[in-house]
């Protein structure tokens, strides 16, 4: 019987899930289960399959990660369960790591490391994914939840807590409500995967209209919850005055072009996060 499920939900990037898929057989697998659940991609996959032997591929028809993950679990059997993105580079020690912390929390979620996809220079949207983007320590240690493209947990976990749910944060959601429950979360900072930046300002833009909009929609909606939001919203301006030290001194961007275009960045998209949540609090659509 395997003793590790580890769950890829996928939709139309074969080229990172291969990528994701080569980086992890470098690791030990051999108590593994490794299933990639695919959300109907139109991408053909048939030829990943043949790469990949070793590895199960099963499809979800509901779109969204949360119901592959879903599907990934009914799927298999480990009492251990590990998940990580299709666009995911695992560490070659991903699930060796995994092992030795696995009982040490109910929930442990690891270390994920920006990398860029093209060549330097970098643009505004890469520059400031290199500071801001996927800080699982502060995720985890001060907000309370982890993500879900590098987290380890366990099944009983997960059937206490029940699946993920969609049309919200899934990864927020879950482990509030795990941790709701009593079950402990912690950061690992030994448990590392890589992942691409955006590298544009639309891409950008286009996660966190995403991330706003679940982030809203577990507000609950109320009069009370709006106006808080609304007051929130109007305080974004200041994060920029907090936040631009922190992109003039951090050690992830070199260079002067490099500082000002991930500020500039942070002041747009600031900025725009404002104009969003103030249209969200009066019921507009972003």
Excluded at 128 to 154: C, K, M, P, W
């Amino acid at each position: 019987m395997p003793e590790i499920a580890i769950i890829i939900p996928h939709y139309n990037d074969v080229v990172r899930l291969e990528r994701c898929l080569s980086a992890l057989i470098e690791n030990d697998l051999s108590d593994c289960e490794v299933l990639v659940v695919d959300n109907g991609s139109s991408q053909p996959l048939a030829e990943t399959q043949t790469k990949f032997p070793g590895i199960r591929f099963v499809t979800e028809p509901e779109k969204g990660a949360a119901a592959a993950r879903n599907k990934g679990v009914q799927e298999t059997s480990a009492p251990r369960l590990m998940f990580i993105d299709a666009d995911c580079l695992p560490a070659s020690d991903w699930v060796t790591v995994g092992r030795q912390v696995a009982d040490r929390a109910d929930l442990i979620g690891g270390r994920v490391e920006v990398f860029d996809e093209t060549p330097p220079p970098r643009s505004g949207a890469e520059a400031f994914e290199a500071v801001f983007a996927f800080d699982f320590r502060h995720y985890i240690e001060v907000q309370g939840f982890s993500g879900t493209g590098n987290l380890i947990t366990r099944r009983d976990v997960f059937e206490d807590v029940g699946p993920f749910r969609g049309g919200v944060s899934e990864d927020r959601d879950w482990s509030f409500r795990a941790t709701a429950k009593g079950y402990h979360l912690i950061y690992e900072d030994g448990l590392r995967v890589g992942h691409p930046s955006r590298q544009d300002w639309s891409a950008l833009r286009g996660k966190w209209r995403r991330i706003m909009q679940e982030m809203f929609g577990q507000t609950g909606g109320s009069l009370r919850a709006r106006i808080k939001w609304a007051l929130k919203g109007l305080v974004m301006p200041l994060s920029i005055l907090m936040h631009l030290p922190k992109v003039m001194t951090s050690p992830k961007l070199s260079g002067l072009g490099d500082r000002l275009r991930a500020g500039g960045t942070l002041i747009r998209l600031r900025l725009l996060r404002m104009i969003w949540m103030l249209r969200q609090a009066i019921g507009l659509e972003i």
